[in-house]
C-alpha cells in the first residue's frame, strides 16, 4: 500500500499571515467598504436616475370645452337629479378627448354638485394613450370650480398621475367651458 501525501495547504508564512489576517479582521475593511462603495455609486445612479427624472412634475394648462347630454332626471326634496353622458374636447398641455358619464344635483337656492368620470384619449406633455379622468363639480351653472385627477394610463400614459382645478361656465344650455391647470407625474411601470 502506497502512502498518499499532501502538500500543505499553506506553504509560507505570508500566506499564513494573510488567512490570519482575513479571519481575525487585521484587514482594513474601512478602506475595503470605501473602494467598493465607490465602484458601487455609478451603477447606483445608472438605475436609479431614470426613476427620479420620471417622477419630476409637469405643470400643464389649458382650456376644454363639454357637451353633456341628459339620459335621466328625477327631483326629490326640492333637489333635481340629473344623470347625463358628456363629451370633451381638450387643448393645451392636455390635448384630446374624454367621453363619459355623471351626475348633478342642482339645489333649491341654485348651486350645484356634479361628479363625473370618463376616458381621456390624446397627449399629455407630449406622451399619447389613454387615462381615466374624474371630475368633482361645485358651484353653480354661471361659475363652478372642478377638482379632477388623472390616473390608469396607458399606452404612453402609463404610470400618469395628475391632479388639477378647473374654473368652468355654462355656454348653454347643454354645454360648458373652461380653463384648467394641473400638475402631472409620470411614474415609472
Given at each position: 500500500?502506497?502512502?498518499?501525501?499532501?502538500?500543505?495547504?499553506?506553504?509560507?508564512?505570508?500566506?499564513?499571515?494573510?488567512?490570519?489576517?482575513?479571519?481575525?479582521?487585521?484587514?482594513?475593511?474601512?478602506?475595503?467598504?470605501?473602494?467598493?462603495?465607490?465602484?458601487?455609486?455609478?451603477?447606483?445612479w445608472l438605475v436609479l436616475a431614470?426613476?427620479?427624472?420620471?417622477?419630476?412634475?409637469?405643470?400643464?394648462?389649458?382650456?376644454?370645452?363639454?357637451?353633456?347630454?341628459?339620459?335621466?332626471?328625477?327631483?326629490?326634496?326640492?333637489?333635481?337629479?340629473?344623470?347625463?353622458?358628456?363629451?370633451?374636447?381638450?387643448?393645451?398641455?392636455?390635448?384630446?378627448?374624454?367621453?363619459?358619464?355623471?351626475?348633478?344635483?342642482?339645489?333649491?337656492?341654485?348651486?350645484?354638485?356634479?361628479?363625473?368620470?370618463?376616458?381621456?384619449?390624446?397627449?399629455?406633455?407630449?406622451?399619447?394613450?389613454?387615462?381615466?379622468?374624474?371630475?368633482?363639480?361645485?358651484?353653480?351653472?354661471?361659475?363652478?370650480?372642478?377638482?379632477?385627477?388623472?390616473?390608469?394610463?396607458?399606452?404612453?400614459?402609463?404610470?400618469?398621475?395628475?391632479?388639477?382645478?378647473?374654473?368652468?361656465?355654462?355656454?348653454?344650455?347643454?354645454?360648458?367651458?373652461?380653463?384648467?391647470?394641473?400638475?402631472?407625474?409620470?411614474?415609472?411601470?
Open positions: 500500500m502506497d502512502m498518499i501525501t499532501s502538500k500543505p495547504i499553506l506553504e509560507s508564512p505570508t500566506q499564513v499571515r494573510v488567512l490570519a489576517r482575513l479571519l481575525f479582521g487585521h484587514i482594513n475593511y474601512r478602506r475595503l467598504l470605501s473602494r467598493a462603495s465607490l465602484a458601487f455609486v455609478p451603477v447606483l431614470p426613476t427620479v427624472y420620471a417622477e419630476e412634475a409637469v405643470p400643464a394648462s389649458g382650456t376644454e370645452v363639454t357637451t353633456l347630454s341628459p339620459v335621466s332626471t328625477r327631483a326629490a326634496d326640492g333637489n333635481t337629479f340629473i344623470g347625463f353622458t358628456l363629451a370633451e374636447s381638450w387643448q393645451g398641455t392636455f390635448a384630446g378627448t374624454r367621453v363619459g358619464s355623471g351626475s348633478v344635483v342642482i339645489h333649491p337656492d341654485g348651486s350645484i354638485d356634479a361628479q363625473s368620470s370618463g376616458i381621456f384619449t390624446g397627449t399629455i406633455a407630449g406622451r399619447s394613450g389613454t387615462a381615466v379622468m374624474r371630475f368633482h363639480v361645485s358651484g353653480t351653472f354661471a361659475a363652478a370650480t372642478v377638482i379632477f385627477t388623472v390616473t390608469d394610463g396607458t399606452g404612453g400614459l402609463t404610470g400618469v398621475h395628475g391632479e388639477g382645478t378647473e374654473a368652468v361656465s355654462a355656454t348653454g344650455p347643454l354645454s360648458v367651458a373652461g380653463t384648467y391647470s394641473a400638475v402631472v407625474h409620470f411614474t415609472a411601470p
